[in-house]
């Protein structure tokens, strides 16, 4: 399982890195906390950390999951799919919102795939007994 | 413990389904991202999704912790519970936020009993030493 | 373990209690759902709740993770710390904005101590092969 601790931790510290672009998009572009609005470019780096913990609440549980049901080896693969789609995601989204679409594809589908491992692999094991 | 698992996982595909709800709510009121305000209604989808999120990353590991106590059957009940109170939180809040709060109770008390489960559990664990 | 289960409960529930504190702000200050912004001591309240969700969801996997590598007990203390920060940064940020530095910093800290952890664990663990 240690290639499988490896791509959470992985996981965590990319989510945290976004959070520091916030907070420096933050100081950059004057936008005073409380407010998350202001700066259209500020509203992007923000949007792409919430998006991004949207999908880690999912990611982290689904792939330990789908690590009970397949080697851990092809679920870490998987999950540098996913690192490397967040990757792709903050990098269209600031450019311009419109191209944050194929970023958030190769972040989502592993996910999906690890969902649908654990769908199947608890199926299966309830039909065996 | 595959009973928890199937519920993991419902919870998870459930959760993912809000945020779709929210990217066609996005299109079909013409709110452009980054923004997340603008039309009401689009609001009352994201606002579900989002108090989805903050419940999801309590009841997922409440849920886990509180199998290692109680049979794993009961505790799925509780979760089930908490998949119906979610659905009639959507459908409450989409027709009028003021109709939220059934919805909500019926998937927050879950989280609190499988809470309680998990307080009690580790002081006995604890106390026995 | 019981003192990770107990560390962890702890950290859900001081969660749920910040999120009842935007309920009652909500009501207090007069912010009709779908609405989060509208008054700045009700974005304070919201902000704090949504800035603890955005760490909760790497500080429980990381908690549980570094447990696997150090002992529990010494693991648990960086989990109080953290519960210490959160105390901090909701009364210093709902007093002024500017005045949530101390308590983010340390309930932050802990979290990289944690993740830090996690990674050298995981990386001395695959290279014993």
Redesign the interface.
Known sequence: M??I??V??LA??Q??LF?VLVSRARTRFGV??????GH?VF??Y??V?MNT??L???F???LW?AS?FVAPLWIALLGLLYLIGRVLYLRG?VAA?SR?ELGFGLSFLP??AL?LI??V???A??VRG
Do not use: H
């Not at 005073?32 to 609005?37: F, K, R, S, W």
């Open positions: 240690t290639v601790v490896l959470s931790v965590m510290l989510y945290l959070g005073q906390a409380p407010a998350v609005t259209e509203e992007r923000f949007r950390q913990l949207e880690l609440v999912v982290l549980p689904a999951l009970l989204y919102p944050r996910i999906l969902l654990d769908l692999g608890a199926v094991a309830l």
